[in-house]
């Protein structure tokens, strides 16, 4: 307004008294020029004041320190202000006096100081502008690549790099994880799960791991005004599976703060407590968000992502706008099958009628990998899963040729050669409900189990052999706990009660007593308890040392027979690689 009312007085003035004597003019011109300097002076003045608080920011933090940085902000932007009215100003005069016919080329060089690049020291413009999400592609060991790298490139290195790094394969392809602008501001809830209208922070980076077919540990970074940095966590799985149903539904809760200022500050105590930080929540959807492509939606193996990941520059790849990060992840059958090789010391030294060597292989499925908590607890009681996997399995053993074979003629009183000479086993084993907490070491599952297994025996000579296999059908339950000391260091317990059911499935004559009455028992219950330690070279999940200890005992009323293997042996994963044929 002070200007319009400068530049209407300059305008009614030249068009009255413009035949005055040219010093007036001078004489105005000049007590702009001096403002206009200063103005400019003080400008360059505090911004060097400016970038000096900055600097001492690196190194300390304290209130006093935020108070100056925010007051010299303040002070820059409103000199700026101050600034563009008086440039605006000087230019009406040029404009007025070049528009004058007489005397214009007399009067122009007073202007010399008015230039047009000092519009640099106008107030920044607030930018309103959409910035549109970025999407990389983010591969394991934390390594990512743009997904416009190769945008309007065309070579046929170009398209064979393409057809490797951008194929969404069923294979590869886990997802897309977004998350929001550095420093993007975003609200908290209450217990009530009500938002928080005067509580805002701002966005640093997230930390997830994938377990079992769910997120299981969700870690999120905020930061306050002050630079200080609070850590959220979630405690109760997020199923990948159903992320779109539940997301929006679960939060995450304070764990602990990162704080950069003094404790011994006054007003530390007045900013935030930890008591006051417990009452704040975050929707998880609010800072991570998950979507797949259709045909491409399954059960990852396990997988730890931090981001947001730096690019090849150096540079944080959410520092402008939002990022999307599509998860590729190889999925071989080495992932999926689980292979053990062993020896029974027992059997080896003479000890027992065990296998001298033992094959097993187990391959696991997830069925319901949906976390919820255990008796609605928020916080401390973990979490609960009903029947989360099936893991089919089987095993072989071999045993010596001379003692391989079960004596029909003594079954009745050594019936528990029927299950200690087992050569081939296969079943699924169901895991029905598990207890785990994502910060114990400690996971309690409870099981069922179900196999067909063969034994076998002979009715004819050593030298002229007539060999029948006995087959039974085993089923019962257990519980196993798995406890781990070190990410790749660990003890398995289990406690099983099954029985084996022989009567309904061996309807051999050669089976059978001149009564035709069957030779072999119907039914022997058995308890069962083994432990194993474990220990993953390197920290590779898919190779394992292990010993295992196992003691089967007869639960019959009238038998009291008992048999122990004693296993040493290795774990491991076979590979399966694709091999793509490439047409000339």
């Given at each position: ?440 070491p400690v996971s309690i599952s409870l099981y069922g189990i179900v196999d067909y297994n063969l034994t ?129």
């Amino acid at each position: 307004m002070r200007t319009k009312i400068l530049l209407l007085f300059l305008l009614g003035w030249v068009g009255m008294v413009f035949g005055q004597e040219v010093y007036d003019v001078q004489k105005e011109i000049d007590s702009l020029k001096e403002k206009y300097n200063q103005s400019k002076t003080k400008i360059h003045t505090l911004e060097k004041e400016f970038e000096i608080l900055k600097g001492e920011l690196t190194a300390t933090v304290s209130e006093d320190l935020n108070i100056k940085i925010k007051n010299t902000q303040e002070k820059i932007q409103e000199e700026k202000k101050s600034f563009k009215n008086t440039y605006q100003l000087v230019e009406s005069y040029k404009n007025v006096l070049e528009n004058t016919k007489k005397k214009n080329k007399d009067t122009v060089d007073i202007f010399a100081f008015f230039k047009e690049e000092d519009k640099s020291c106008f107030p920044e413009a607030v930018k309103s502008e959409k910035m549109e999400t970025k999407t990389y592609l983010y591969f394991g060991e934390n390594k990512i690549i743009d997904q416009d790298l190769f945008a309007n490139k065309k070579s046929t290195e170009t398209e064979l790099l393409k057809s490797l790094l951008l194929n969404v394969g069923k294979e590869s392809y886990l997802g897309d994880i977004t998350i929001p602008k550095a420093g993007q501001k975003f609200l908290f809830y209450n217990s009530g799960m009500d938002i928080c209208p005067n509580q805002s922070y701002s966005f640093q980076k997230l930390k997830v791991e994938i377990k079992d077919g769910y997120f299981s540990d969700i870690v999120v970074y905020v930061a306050d005004d002050s630079g200080d940095v609070h850590v959220f966590t979630n405690q109760v799985g997020l199923s990948i599976l159903f992320y779109s149903q539940y997301g929006s539904r679960r939060f995450m809760y304070y764990l602990y703060s990162v704080r950069k200022e003094d404790f011994t500050n006054k007003n530390l105590a007045n900013r935030y407590t930890d008591e006051a930080m417990e009452d704040l929540l975050i929707k998880v959807t609010d800072v991570m968000g998950y979507s797949y492509k259709i045909g491409n939606h399954y059960i990852p193996q396990d997988l730890a992502i931090e981001l947001p990941q730096d690019d090849v520059e150096g540079k944080k790849t959410n520092s402008k706008s939002g990022a999307t990060y599509q998860i590729k992840q190889d999925t071989y059958l080495e992932k999926i099958v689980e292979l053990r090789a062993y020896t029974d010391f027992l059997a080896l030294f003479g000890q027992s009628q065990n296998g001298l060597a033992q094959i097993e292989g187990k391959a696991k499925f997830y069925l319901f990998p949906y976390p919820f908590r255990f008796f609605g607890s928020k916080r401390v009681m973990g979490q609960l899963e009903v029947i989360p996997s099936v893991s089919p399995f089987v095993n072989y053993s071999k045993f010596d040729d001379k003692s391989k074979y079960v004596n029909l003629n003594t079954i009745a009183d050594y019936r528990f050669e029927l299950v200690e000479k087992r050569f081939l086993t296969m079943g699924l084993h169901l895991e029905t409900l598990k207890w785990q907490h994502k910060n114990s070491p400690v996971s309690i599952s409870l099981y069922g189990i179900v196999d067909y297994n063969l034994t076998q025996t002979n009715l004819g000579t050593e030298e002229q052999p007539d060999e029948v296999t006995i087959k039974a059908l085993k089923y019962g339950g257990g519980i196993h706990v798995n406890v781990k000391r070190f990410n790749n260091f660990g003890f398995n317990y289990k406690f099983e009660y099954s029985g084996f059911n022989y009567l309904d499935f061996n309807g051999e004559a050669k089976l059978e007593d001149e009564n035709k009455k069957s030779k072999l028992p119907s039914w022997i219950p058995v308890v069962k308890h083994e432990a194993e330690i474990f220990y993953h070279p390197n920290g590779n999940p898919n190779q394992a040392i292990f010993t295992r200890l196992i003691t089967y005992n007869d639960a019959g009323n009238s038998y009291n027979q008992a048999f122990y293997q004693f296993q040493f042996g290795y774990k491991f994963s076979i590979g399966s690689r694709t091999v793509k044929q490439v047409s000339e």
